[in-house]
């Protein structure tokens, strides 16, 4: 298989066998491999790469309160000229679609989605899936057909995407990978620390404030949003204990847009701001006593 992999730094023989293990968890010999300077760039050059092939799609479609990584890619194919519109809005993707954009999971909550990517490339539409962390946990990196690819959220400004046989675009070298985030390529395909029975425990202690009451989730951190309250002044307090969190409050994020992904699959405002996430190494009875305690400190000033 073509392995369009190019490294800038010194460390060469190092990044070639990482390259080399990649190239062995790919299942579609005909697929090609490239490094991105993020996401958006990975986005930003795929379509503009599908954009010269095929002149004559006008159309691309989105999955609605996927991710945060749509809008920017969105705004940038509307002022091109092109038609975007949510998958919601129509039954049927018309068949001159040049590009669907789904996501794998939710980069804050870790819900799973499911979209039948297989359909599209047997129609011949590009579909691009947006993985930011359950490719982890994938054996293989698997593509549903030869239009689809796959681009997945290594850091803020690395990305690897995976291209079907024909998603031809211009290839690109990327000479900005850390040692450190090497080490990322090298966990792809080795799966992820998840314990359900351990998420389940803690998120039971705080019934009424579960964001997630499914299945089909990613069992490595808590998802609890305590509306009326501020994420931020949460998070900080439990900082000052050395408990991680993260959490979508708007005083955090300083920016509404970044955080219209979650408008649209339907939380309100005050459940957004509410929103705390735990990752699984902090799910203990420490943690459960701590945030009992900042709850009731908090509220009682209310």
């Known amino acids: 298989m073509k392995l369009p992999l190019f490294f800038a730094d010194s460390n060469y023989s190092r990044q070639s066998e990482v390259a080399v293990g990649l190239q062995k968890l790919i299942d579609d010999p005909r697929a090609s491999v490239r490094i991105y300077a993020g996401v958006f760039h990975a986005l930003n050059e795929i379509l503009r790469g599908l954009m010269?092939?095929?002149?004559?799609?006008?159309?691309?479609y989105y999955q609605k309160g996927a991710t945060p990584y749509f809008q920017p890619i969105l705004r940038l194919a509307s002022k091109e000229g092109l038609s975007v519109r949510p998958i919601e809005e129509r039954g049927d993707i018309e068949p001159e679609t040049l590009l669907v954009l789904v996501a794998a999971d939710d980069p804050l909550t870790g819900e799973l989605y499911e979209f039948d990517e297989k359909n599209l490339s047997e129609r011949k539409i590009f579909s691009i899936q947006i993985s930011h962390r359950h490719f982890y946990k994938e054996k293989s990196l698997k593509l549903p057909g030869k239009f689809a690819s796959c681009v997945m959220?290594?850091?803020?400004?690395?990305?690897?995407?995976?291209?079907?046989a024909r998603?031809?675009?211009?290839?690109?070298?990327y000479g900005g990978v850390s040692s450190f985030e090497m080490d990322s390529f090298e966990r792809i395909g080795k799966g992820i620390k998840e314990d359900k029975s351990k998420v389940l425990e803690f998120e039971s202690n705080?019934?009424?404030?579960?964001?997630?009451?499914?299945?089909?989730?990613?069992?490595?951190?808590?998802?609890?949003?305590?509306?009326?309250?501020?994420?931020?002044?949460i998070q900080s307090l439990l900082k000052d204990q050395l408990?991680?969190?993260?959490?979508?409050?708007?005083?955090?994020?300083?920016?509404?847009?970044s955080l219209?992904?979650?408008?649209e699959k339907g939380m309100s405002e005050e459940a957004i701001n509410g929103l705390v996430v735990i990752p699984l190494e902090h799910l203990s009875s420490k943690t459960v006593v701590?945030?009992?305690?900042?709850?009731?400190?908090?509220?009682s000033h209310i």
């Open 260 to 263: 219209a992904w979650l408008g």
């Open 206 to 233: 705080f019934e009424k404030e579960i964001v997630l009451d499914h299945e089909n989730r990613l069992w490595d951190r808590a998802v609890l949003s305590f509306e009326g309250l501020n994420g931020e002044l």
């Open 167 to 173: 998603t031809r675009v211009d290839e690109l070298i």
């Open 153 to 164: 959220t290594i850091s803020d400004s690395l990305s690897l995407g995976i291209l079907g």
């Open 243 to 257: 408990i991680d969190s993260e959490t979508a409050s708007y005083c955090r994020w300083q920016d509404e847009k």
């Open 52 to 60: 010269a092939n095929h002149p004559h799609k006008k159309t691309v």
């Open 290 to 299: 701590a945030l009992q305690a900042i709850l009731s400190e908090i509220r």
